[in-house]
């Protein structure tokens, strides 16, 4: 199952509303504004496979971010060899989590806009995990019981302010920086192992299989519980392959009017237009 969060107007202003897609139809799921909103439902699978409200077709739709509104999205660096080895960097003992907010969310077909505070801003395509049940200290044999899908995001990065310190968090969450969606696929229909790409003009940057994690989603959602608890529609990035601009020689940085593609196989593509920040 393919869910997704649409924006719609009703002649008041624009609102979203959680769908399910089915080949070129989205379908309204009634009472619930967004997939983050669908999940907190403990039935929400049973509701979405239910719903049989308003239709809008999906060439053309106005996409928000899947889960515009996660309480915690969870980023993991250093997570393929490849990109390890290009970095410089160890193969690490232990995942290496970072966090971003809510605001550096944006659809998976809106602008990427360049802040004028920076010039060297990057691309790094990731498998995203989205939780479907709430869990505490959960074992990483049950992992998968509290996974609801996956879907495609891109930690895009200001590498300047993310090198500043040794803390990563100020490259990292950017407003209205890092594109997601467009679906949730559920997990009955995605398992890690695809491949992943980003291009730029139609360039290839990275192409790595999704399956080429040094640590696994199971691991990932059994490690940060037992840190905190996760909820439903918290969110976990779970690294990007080698190819990003800032190991290349000479490095390389998303410049206005340029086009980003991140895609992975068998959840979908973004689509993101560089402009520079009004």
């Known amino acids: 199952m393919r869910l997704l ?10 609102g979203t509303v959680a769908v399910r897609q089915d080949g070129d139809t989205l379908t309204e799921i009634d009472g ?5 909103a ?11 496979e239910a719903a049989n409200g308003a239709t809008h077709a999906y060439d053309g739709a106005d996409l928000a971010a899947v889960v515009p509104s996660p309480g915690k999205i969870i980023c993991v660096g250093h997570n393929y060899r490849n990109h390890i080895k290009e970095m410089g960097r160890e193969i690490p003992e232990y995942p290496t989590l970072f966090a971003k907010y809510q605001e550096s969310l ?4 809106d602008d990427l806009a360049l ?5 060297t801003v990057d691309w790094e395509a990731e498998l995203a995990v989205v939780i479907g049940k709430k869990g505490r200290r959960i074992s990483e044999a049950d992992a998968a019981d509290h996974i609801a899908g996956y879907s495609v995001l891109n930690d895009i990065s200001m590498r300047d302010y993310q090198f500043r310190t040794i803390q990563w968090l100020q490259g ?3 407003e209205k920086s890092t594109p997601f969606g467009p679906a949730l696929v559920t997990k009955d229909e995605f398992e890690a192992g695809p491949l992943m790409t980003s291009a730029v003009d139609g360039e290839i940057q990275q192409q790595t299989p999704t399956g080429d994690l040094v640590f696994t989603p199971e691991f990932l959602v059994s490690y940060i519980s037992t840190i905190i608890t996760l909820n439903p529609g918290d969110v976990i990035a779970t690294g990007t392959p080698g190819g ?13 009017g340029q086009l980003l593609v991140t895609t992975i196989e068998g959840l979908g593509q973004l689509n993101n237009r560089v402009v520079n920040e009004a």
């Open 5 to 14: 969060t649409l924006r719609i107007s009703d002649g008041t202003g624009t």
């Open 106 to 109: 944006i659809g998976p077909n």
């Open 32 to 36: 619930f504004s967004d997939v983050g």
């Open 38 to 48: 669908l999940l907190q439902d403990p039935a929400w699978t049973a509701i979405a």
């Open 244 to 256: 990003v601009g800032h190991a290349q020689n000479p490095k390389r940085y998303l410049q206005e």
């Open 172 to 174: 990292k969450t950017w």
């Open 115 to 119: 802040p004028q505070e920076s010039d």
